[in-house]
């Protein structure tokens, strides 16, 4: 969660942002197999060379797109998603040992990221319950009679979320499915910055639209898009 000061116009060029991103840093994205990924600050990462990084994310994208790329240039070192099967690259890696994967049901995960955004240590799962692989290095817990895994909250040193639409307060909305996991990325990261399609002065948003508020978000920066008939060409 992000505690420093606000301000209302935080709009920004990536470059301003760039040095945020570093070798061995925790980064969170949102997204859902590339989809809601926030191209522009993607791409600034690799032309920084940045590597060593632990991503938090849905999914390990595909090979070309989103955060696909960066497992493809092999800057993840260590990787928190649901799962990893639509980029090969991710597999191989995993296989000869370059690349660390902490796999979690798709709902654990996304409530992992939603407790560190609201502050809490952690949540009780019982996805799993009886599975001796699911089950190892697990702390138990017994409320009513029922068992429980404690599953440790996530949050990161930066969040980058991409959205449709933010007014300069950086309240933010989003496309359709790009709605997945980036509200609750927003708010887990200590700096969180939004890559953003349409910038709007500040009021002009419809308060009923805006799905994550400005006082989540830190920086935002125009995208250029994604150009995807060039990624998935290369796909």
Same mark, same amino acid.
């Given at each position: 969660m992000n505690h420093h000061v606000q301000q209302i116009d935080k709009q920004v060029t990536i470059g301003d942002v760039e040095h945020y991103f570093k070798d061995g840093m925790t980064l969170m994205a949102g997204g859902f197999g590339g989809v809601g990924n926030p191209p522009g600050l993607i791409k600034a990462i690799l032309d920084l060379n940045i590597k060593d990084i632990t991503l938090i994310c849905n999914d390990a994208g595909f090979p070309h =797109?989103?955060?696909?790329q960066l497992v493809t240039d092999e800057k993840i070192s260590v990787l928190y998603a649901s799962h990893i099967g639509s980029n090969p690259n991710a597999g191989s890696q995993m296989t000869d040992g370059t690349l660390t994967v902490n796999f979690f049901p798709q709902g654990t995960l996304a409530e992992k990221?939603?407790?560190g955004g609201v502050g809490l240590?952690?949540?009780? $799962?019982? $996805?799993?319950?009886g599975n001796p692989i699911v089950? &190892?290095? &697990? *702390? #138990? =817990?017994?409320i009513n009679n029922k068992v429980y895994f404690a599953e440790a909250a996530l949050t990161a040193d930066v969040s980058i979320v991409?959205? #449709?639409k933010a007014d300069s307060f950086g309240n933010l909305v989003f496309d359709t @499915?790009?709605?997945?996991t980036n509200p609750l990325v927003a708010m887990?990261?200590?700096i969180t910055i939004a890559e953003v399609d349409e910038i709007v002065p500040y009021g002009e948003l419809v308060p009923e639209e805006i799905i994550t508020p400005g006082a989540f978000v830190d920086f935002i920066v125009? @995208? #250029?898009?994604?150009?995807? *008939? !060039?990624? !998935?060409? #290369?796909?």
């Open positions: =797109i989103g955060v696909g990221i939603r407790a240590g952690g949540v009780l $799962v019982d $996805v799993g319950e089950e &190892k290095g &697990k *702390k #138990k =817990i017994e991409y959205a #449709k @499915s790009a709605r997945n887990a990261g200590d125009q @995208s #250029k898009g994604v150009d995807w *008939k !060039w990624a !998935w060409e #290369k796909t």
